[in-house]
């Protein structure tokens, strides 16, 4: 398997395509498996969250979210093919969905935005086939009936991938609790996916996402939530970085002392 090792992560150095021969073959097979779509904040958080480095060890596939996480990649001499963010899935993979038939599920977001995304979405690709979208309760998570519910809920959908869209590690955790019981062959954590897709909330332009700077648009889209991630967790990232780098180097025989 070609995978990169940094951060005390083993990113697959997967492209769309690569992701979707991987999808394909768990769908196939009638696996059940989930995907990791890792960032910036998920390498800080991973640090010191026990559970959510139980849900990276079992993960099918990880993916690299990010172009700082490329940019670094190609600092240590491993590089990976491409960012493979969940908010491009659609766009990426969109014809693949529709011509393969495959049932998607959408769960998150506030009430009726998952509808608007899955109407956007059949605008696009008339024959994207979404078997059921559900907003879940405010700490739905913590809460046994409404996740016997939801659960349910997917058991009977026959989903062939979910998409749950409630924000990280929440979704990533909430996956990596249920997946095995509602046995969909795919499951992955999307963010504010279906914010983006229904229109809700305006993504970074073209050029903002290419050259790393779609964390500055998104934190002046929600400055009130999203600061003290970027402006302050995230900027651990550098500090890392700077580890990785010299742990490379103590492996080549050299030094930055």
Request: charged share 25%; with cysteine.
């Amino acid at each position: 398997m070609n995978q990169v090792n940094m951060f005390d992560v083993k990113f697959d150095n997967y492209d769309f395509m690569d992701l979707l021969d991987y999808i394909d073959k768990t769908i196939q097979e009638r696996n059940q498996s989930y995907i990791l779509t890792c960032n910036v904040d998920h390498v800080i958080k991973l640090r010191k969250d026990k559970e959510f480095q139980m849900v990276y060890s079992e993960a099918g596939a990880v993916v690299a979210d990010g172009m700082p996480l490329i940019w670094a990649s190609k600092m240590l001499g491993k590089p990976l093919k491409q960012k493979v963010s969940g908010a491009d899935l659609f766009s990426r993979l969109g014809n693949a969905f529709e011509q393969r038939k495959y049932r998607l599920f959408f769960l998150g977001s506030a009430e009726g935005v998952p509808e608007r995304a899955t109407m956007n979405l059949k605008a696009a690709y008339p024959g994207i086939n979404v078997v059921g979208c559900y907003s879940p309760s405010y700490g739905f998570e913590h809460n046994e009936e409404e996740n016997e519910r939801i659960v349910k809920m997917l058991t009977e959908s026959q989903p062939d991938i979910v998409f749950v869209g409630v924000g990280a590690p929440k979704q990533e955790k909430w996956i990596y609790r249920h997946y095995t019981s509602y046995q969909a062959p795919i499951s992955i954590g999307v963010g504010a996916t279906f914010d983006f897709l229904s229109g809700s909330v305006k993504r970074a332009p073209d050029f903002m996402q290419r050259t790393g700077l779609e964390w500055f648009w998104r934190l002046s889209q929600e400055p009130g939530r999203l600061w003290k991630r970027y402006l302050v967790d995230d900027a651990q990232f550098l500090l890392l970085l700077l580890k990785e780098l010299r742990k490379r180097d103590k492996a080549k025989g050299g030094g930055l002392e």
